[in-house]
């Protein structure tokens, strides 16, 4: 299994960013994906997530501003954040719900 985050960056509050996870090793398209975050002395947490048939649910911190998708196609689940905020400032992973295996993480950083 490999997972491979991308799209990490600096941007300053209120703006947007799309993160990218390129997953391999395993049947992408039946797979539930989630992302998930840990900021700095925290414990990792739950973003939200994805079913194979498309069916989305989030964490009431990112509800209304982020949106998960999935191209299975491309065996790619994608986050898209807008109106960030620095608390949003964290390490993103994504996952597939029933494998063990996470990716290197890709940096948030959110200046007010």
């Known amino acids: 299994v490999q997972l491979v985050e991308s799209g990490g960056g600096t941007v300053q509050a209120g703006g947007s960013l799309r993160l990218s996870c390129a997953a391999s090793g395993f049947i992408f398209s039946i797979t539930a994906m989630g992302w998930y975050r840990q900021a700095p002395g925290k414990q990792r947490e739950s973003v939200g997530f994805i079913t194979s048939d498309g069916d989305t649910n989030y964490a009431d911190t990112v509800k209304g501003r982020f949106t998960i998708s999935r191209d299975n196609a491309k065996n790619t689940v994608y986050l898209q954040m807008n109106s960030l905020t620095p608390e949003d400032t964290a390490v993103y992973y994504c996952?597939?719900?029933?494998?063990?295996?996470w990716g290197q993480g890709t940096q948030v950083t959110v200046s007010s």
């Open positions: 996952a597939a719900l029933t494998l063990p295996d």
